[in-house]
């Protein structure tokens, strides 16, 4: 069982940054394929950006050139860089892992809220 606890969250103002970080339990971090999504309020939730266990990354094209997923497996953490934020950015992040046989776990969310 692995659990997954983001933290770093908070209020910023456009144009600010923040580093969100998602802390696992468990001895499998490594092989987890690690993302991050974000649900703002009455949206669906949304994709935002993945990486492998070997580090291969994807973003989203609304993040894109903004923020930036990396993780340190010797930490069991998986972190989302997001520099130039803007109030369409406001939303809960959620940090979510998966194995290759398609179990997955979700932490609880970290509320990012970008003022204009």
């Known amino acids: 069982q692995v659990q997954l606890v983001e933290s770093g969250g908070g209020l910023v103002q456009t144009g600010g940054s923040l580093r969100l970080s998602c802390a696992a339990s468990g001895s499998i971090f490594s092989r987890l394929i690690m993302g991050w999504y974000r649900q703002a309020p009455g949206s669906q939730r949304e994709w935002v950006a993945t990486?492998?266990?070997?580090?291969?990354?994807k973003h989203a094209d609304s993040v894109k050139g903004r923020f930036t997923i990396s993780r340190d497996n010797a930490k069991n953490t998986v972190y989302l860089q997001m520099n130039s934020l803007k109030p369409e950015d406001t939303a809960v992040y959620y940090c979510?892992?998966?194995?290759?046989?398609?179990?997955?776990?979700w932490g609880q969310g970290t509320q990012v809220t970008v003022s204009s």
């Open positions: 979510r892992g998966r194995t290759s046989t398609w179990d997955e776990y």
């Open positions: 990486i492998t266990s070997s580090g291969d990354t």
